[in-house]
Each structure stands twice: as structure tokens, then as C-alpha cells.
DNA sequence: CACTTGACCTGTCCGC
DNA sequence: TGCGGACAGGTCAAGT
């Protein structure tokens, strides 16, 4: 569940807590949440210092002295919580907050500092991993190598996302904006959202689509995501900030998770489909299948 | 080759 | 109350 404007709200968090602890032990309980064996982990995590850490598409990346960088994807359950020396909340934690004492049963690795403070990667369904690469070889990875434009920076235009999608005429758009080679960091709830800011029907296919809704399209991409960071990112079950909170886009969602609910541009009642494997939701009025 | 569907997991919710 | 099945949705692999 975590897409681009909540890994984005983690990596501001995390760069507030982490850069400049010193690694001082590393645990892990599962070989497919962190592959790397204990001697990589040895070598080039214990005694690392926090560089920087940085976000590329829904991946975050903790770049480490030493030259190795600790990447994760938290796929759709993943959490990555900070804890200082003190706190740590057990039956009364605030209502903001979506958990309480770490490590839970859902923790998969702790990495711990030199002055006592934690970072716990959670991660109920194990769908997501944490991993030990060589900075130089990040970008290099399977998954980075191959992703498109990130849609926050100053290059990403309309005519970018036009040529971008120009690749996949018989997608359906909801589709397109899902393959990660078109574009960086959009998921379901991202998508449907600026669908519907753009009035167009999810399963229209690519090679419809004008440049005017093209364009219109990269402007309510931006726009949903930039609103979505503002709000800390969007909580549906799992997903909390590093510090534990949830995000409250939720609550100014205007079509996600809102079946049979009204539209709030013309009234109708939302609906929800299922589309690319996906739950969809959109409004049959200012979105009209054709 | 382009596109769609299923697998990977676990927890929750719904109907019987 | 218990239990099976659908569902949640990011990405890769397998299937059409």
C-alpha cells in the first residue's frame, strides 16, 4: 500500500532521526524480508554511519559510510517505525499512532544504534524486503533499473507522460499508470484518485486518450501527489510514518474507498469495479466509459 | 511480443 | 461460534 507520497513522508522522517547513527547490531528472522548473510552484514552494516537517505520510485534507500546502502520496498504491509532509547508505548499509545511496543509479531528486522534508539521494519505479509547493496550498485537493480520518470520532478511534463505512455496504446490508463516503467511511484490509490481529477473512465484505453486529457492528467498527477505528501500520506490499514503515525490523506480522498458514496463534483454515487486486478473506484458520471 | 492473470503472504471480514 | 472463501494490492513469473 505504500506509494510514492508515503514513502516520500519516511524518507523526510527518517532523515530526521537516522543520518549520522552509527549502526550497532542488526536482527533479522527471515531470509526473504533480508537476504544477506551475516558476513555482508558484518562487514558493511555494523559500524556503518548514516549517511543520507533517499526515495526512487517506492523504494527507500538508506545510504550507509562504507559504500554499501540499506535498501527496502515495503511492497504493501511494510512499516518502517524509529524508536528512541525511552520511548516505546505499550497499552495507552496515542490514537495516532497505529502501533504499539516494537518489536510485534509482525517485525521482520531491528537494526539498533550506537545510542540505543531502533529502526523496526515491519511487515505482516512478508511481501516486502529489506536489503544490503553496494551503493554503486543500487540503481543497478532489477527493479530501479527499469522504472520511469519520477512524476515530482521538474522534468516530468505532459509531453513526458504522453511519450512515456505512447508504449502501451491497448492499456487500459488505470494499467498504464500501474506499470512502473511508465512512471514512478503511482498505486492504486494514486491512480484512481487522479482519474477521477482528470474525468477519465480507468479502463479507457491509452491510444483514446487526447493530449488536452494527457495533459490534464500529469497536472492531477501532481497535484494528488503533492496533496498526498502534505497529508502525510494515506492510511488504509498498515501503513504509518517513521515515527509510527498514520497519514490522513484518506480523509480528502475523493473517489478511493468510497463506494456508493457521492461524487463530490456532481452528486452520483460512487462505484467500484474491478479493473488490471485491482479494485477501481470511479464516478460513472464525470467518468463515462467510451 | 503485448497484455492478463496468478503467486507470493497474513489478517480481516462476510455469509452460512 | 466456527469455518471457508473472498479480499486487500506491489511486483514478478507464468500463461494466453
Known amino acids: 500500500m505504500p506509494e510514492l507520497p508515503e514513502v516520500e513522508t519516511i524518507k523526510s522522517g527518517l532523515s530526521k532521526l537516522i543520518v549520522n547513527k552509527t549502526v550497532r547490531q542488526v536482527t ?3 531470509p526473504k524480508s533480508f537476504p544477506n548473510s551475516e558476513d555482508l552484514v558484518q562487514h558493511y552494516l ?7 537517505v533517499q ?30 532509547r525511552t520511548a516505546n508505548f505499550g ?49 543497478k537493480m532489477d527493479f530501479l533499473s527499469k522504472v520511469g520518470p519520477e512524476p515530482l520532478e521538474s522534468g516530468f511534463t505532459w509531453q513526458v ?15 498504464a499508470l500501474l506499470n512502473q516503467t511508465v512512471l514512478a511511484g503511482i498505486g492504486n490509490i494514486y491512480a484512481d484518485e487522479s482519474l477521477w ?11 483514446t486518450l487526447s493530449a488536452r486529457k494527457i495533459h490534464r492528467l500529469r497536472d492531477e498527477i501532481v497535484f494528488v501527489l503533492g496533496l498526498a505528501i502534505q497529508k502525510g500520506g494515506s492510511t488504509d490499514k498498515n501503513y504509518v510514518d517513521a515515527e509510527g503515525k498514520k497519514g490522513s490523506y ?16 456532481c452528486g452520483a454515487a460512487i ?19 467510451r
Open 161 to 175: 507522460l504522453r511519450d512515456r505512455l505512447a508504449k502501451h496504446p491497448n492499456l487500459p490508463i488505470k494499467a
Open 197 to 207: 481529477g482528470a474525468k477519465i473512465y480507468p479502463g479507457r484505453l491509452v491510444k
Open 46 to 52: 555494523i559500524n556503518a554511519e548514516v549517511i543520507s
Open 250 to 265: 484518506l480523509s480528502f480522498a475523493r473517489v478511493f474507498r468510497r463506494e456508493h458514496q457521492p461524487c463530490p463534483r
Open 91 to 139: 497499552a495507552g499509545h496515542p490514537t495516532d499512532s497505529l502501533i504499539g511496543e516494537l518489536p510485534d509479531k509482525s517485525t521482520r528486522v531491528i537494526v539498533s544504534f550506537s545510542d540505543g534508539s531502533k529502526l523496526f521494519f515491519n511487515d505482516q505479509r512478508k511481501f516486502g524486503w529489506m536489503c544490503l547493496v553496494a551503493t554503486s550498485d543500487v540503481m
Open 28 to 30: 533479522a528472522d527471515n
Open 271 to 289: 462505484k467500484k469495479i474491478r479493473l488490471a486486478g485491482r479494485g477501481t473506484h470511479f464516478c460513472p458520471v464525470c467518468q463515462p466509459p
Open 55 to 84: 526515495r526512487r520510485a517506492k523504494v527507500l534507500i538508506i545510504n550507509l559510510s562504507g559504500d554499501y546502502s540499506l535498501v527496502t520496498h515495503l511492497k504493501m504491509t511494510g512499516q518502517l517505525v524509529y524508536r528512541s
